[in-house]
DNA sequence: CTCAAAATGAGTTGCGTACCTCAAAACACC
DNA sequence: GGTGTTTTGAGGTACGCAACTCATTTTGAG
């Protein structure tokens, strides 16, 4: 009836005593540290094994004294999802400091190969660990690989750089969210016939790219009645993004769907309310964007949009930290956990 | 350029020097121990304010010595939802240990008040926390918070006791996750009017029914061209739900949506295929469930399935025990982080 | 003013690990 | 067999806090 789970009241005496070796030995066989017999380094191994011995993390933290510093390496500029992962770095204060975690934020132009690059490579020393919104760029992959060697812990944070030798991605896959976007536009369609438009900032930016192809993907192959229209680059700006749309929907009288790919939603909405007006007789236009912000919340809410795809900042900001400290501590990541869903808000499961 | 998180580097003594008085006076004030002049508590809480002192939790945990131990009281009988909770807190045991945390699960009948009552009051010595499905009753309520008042932590799991003591509740909001189903049914049915389906197991469920209302709520405010039948009470079990189901889909031609309120998929799933082989013309019935499992997997790839609204049982898992440990500690809950959302699955977004 | 009770100071011990030193033992090589 | 090197044992200190004891001071009631 009952079921235990984990019980290791074993400590690292128990160890030394089972393998007949003193603390010293299972201390420097436990942190690799020269100096043993590789048959002694076996046998405190399989007295480790045999218990499954886990090493008391609050005593070990405790011993190692020195606090460990987490840098957040994020664009500058005003992105409201990048200000709501340092909020929740924010909210994540108390717990941060009962751990003796220190975390900065530092802002960079990400998207400056070479400046982001330098300021990886300034970190090296002062930091166990750094997560960072990446850009896939050779010298940004170089910079990373000199941090890992380096033996700073890294994980890429909503944009991913899987060339390098990151320990860990935090941030969800964009392909997927993409046929995700492209099933809920034709699905919302309903069966009308007729063209979508796809809004992005840029087809350069590697999330972006991935998003369309895979929102493409799903279209091509399921929704043979919706063609899709070249995509719009409005490079995450509201206005531009704004006439570029108003422009097209004046070109195409039979636009049934929508997707934006990036920001610049402000401006969409715009457009799409300003047709909506002049024409009130037309269905609306199935309205699919990504992230939940104070903006597409009102929109959903409204009933502008129609769905947000979103990857949860605030779980991306603790898993990142999370993820970087049990790495620092050599500790087994729960990958189930730090796994980034991709969600889908609609107007009554808004969080 | 750079924003730093947190850096409380003070100890108690720091605190002590600081509100003029020892060591073990601030301690007797942290811990609310007794002999302490009002006036100086006040003084020592000030320090502590002043400086957003944090106690070292990994200092604070290991001088503690004792060993913390939780209980899951959870369903006896094959539950696979159950099921997946027990084995997410299986792949926590390495993280459990490394903490010196005893996690047991326990199986009840959890529908026989007096029993569930029973197991919960037996708990109160041996657990420092319990975490708990809990049926909605008084007898229920009261073993809670007598759990509470001898001082053991309380978090109800997956489904709520509103109105007793406990100190967290780690699910879903079931209405706002009927009105999601809602919506989905609604949209995915394109403009099609005509009649709407809904299995549950029983209405007297707190669970589904809450989802039931959830469901009704938007169906009635925005579909009007859908209509709702009665519930069928399918006891959550394959068979008597696909009777009930073939049943009804044979008296009514003009059923476009239903929605499986909880368990009996399978059953579920097998009339809707059979109406499908047995005439071919017909439109696919819109189908929105519940829950992540194999099955539900595999009849969202096959199509036959729409979409799942799903709480996602490895975050509850973790969550609970997250939560009652920083309640044990005396930690401040993330909020946040430990809230369940409404996850909306479909095909390409299926984690 | 006296005496008991309450409040406080000073101190100790132990938790399990990291990290360090120094000496002793085992070993390899010539 | 002696040398130098590698391996091992023994032990200590420190980390910040919980939990405790005991002596001393302060307080309030009579």
């Known amino acids: 009836m009952a079921d235990t789970l984990t019980a290791s009241a074993l400590t690292l005496k128990d160890i030394a005593r089972q393998a007949g070796v003193s603390l010293a030995t299972v201390d420097r066989v436990l942190h690799n540290r020269p100096g043993v017999r590789p048959d002694t380094v076996r046998r405190v191994r399989e007295a480790i094994e045999r218990n499954a011995f886990q090493p008391h993390v609050a005593a070990a933290e405790l ?25 929740y770095l924010g909210e994540m204060s108390a717990w941060l400091a009962a ?96 063209k979508v438009a796809i809004v992005a ?45 108003t422009r097209l929907l004046g070109r195409h009288v039979d636009i049934v769907g929508l997707y934006n790919v990036g920001a610049g939603t402000q401006g969409v909405a715009k457009a799409l309310s300003d047709r909506a007006s002049s024409d009130a007789g037309r269905d609306k236009v199935v309205f699919v964007g990504h992230d939940v912000t104070a903006l597409t919340r009102r929109l959903l809410l409204q009933g502008v949009m129609d769905a947000a795809i979103s990857q949860n900042p605030g779980h991306e900001a603790r898993a990142a930290v999370r993820v970087l400290l049990a790495l620092a501590r050599g500790e087994p990541i729960l990958r189930e956990q730090e796994k980034i869903r991709i969600d889908i808000v609609m107007r009554d499961n808004l969080p």
């Open 201 to 245: 900032g840029s087809q350069g930016l590697r999330d972006h790219a991935e998003r369309i192809f895979g929102f493409n993907q799903v279209m091509a192959a399921e929704f043979p009645g919706l063609s899709v229209l070249p995509v719009l680059e409005g490079r995450d700006e509201d206005e531009r993004s704004g006439q570029l749309l």
């Open 63 to 87: 011993a190692r004294g020195r606090a460990r510093r987490f840098a957040f390496v994020m664009p500058s500029g005003p992105n409201p999802f990048m200000q709501q992962i340092e909020a």
């Open 99 to 194: 751990r003796r975690l220190g975390v900065e934020t530092i802002a960079t132009d990400v998207f400056d190969p070479s400046v982001l690059a330098a300021s990886l490579t300034a970190l090296a020393d002062d930091y166990d660990g750094v997560a960072v919104v990446a850009l896939d760029h050779p010298r940004v992959r170089a910079a990373i690989d000199d941090l890992v060697d380096a033996g700073t812990k890294v994980v890429t944070l909503v944009s991913d750089v899987p060339s390098s030798r990151r320990h860990h991605y935090v941030g969800i896959d964009n392909i997927a969210a993409g046929r995700t976007a492209g099933a809920l536009v034709g699905r919302l369609a309903g069966g009308r016939s007729g």
